[in-house]
């Protein structure tokens, strides 16, 4: 194999583009596998799985009890404020 500072433009992009789909194959068999054994641990101590994903966590603004977040994506306006204020997301949310 040439030294990559030897390779043309188009021989890095065909390398890069091996290595990008080495990497999504080895990450969907370690997801795979980690589906596995987490399944394998939760039957072990007769967790239902259901139950563990409809736990998920929700935050109330305390200004407006209308508006609410689920812990994903981007932290709204209103979180932002609040932690900059010194609160916690513990204090806002709903239990």
Known sequence: ???IKDM???ELKELCAKI???LKKREAKQKTAARRRIVEIA???DIDLSELASQER???NPDDQW???NG???KPKW???WLDKGGSLDELEIK
């Open 43 to 45: 039957k072990s101590h």
């Open 8 to 10: 043309s433009d188009d």
């Open 79 to 81: 979180v932002k404020d």
């Open 72 to 74: 994903k994506g981007r």
């Open 20 to 22: 990008n789909s080495e």
């Open 58 to 60: 929700q935050y109330r």
């Open 1 to 3: 194999m040439k030294e």
């Open 67 to 69: 508006q609410t977040w």
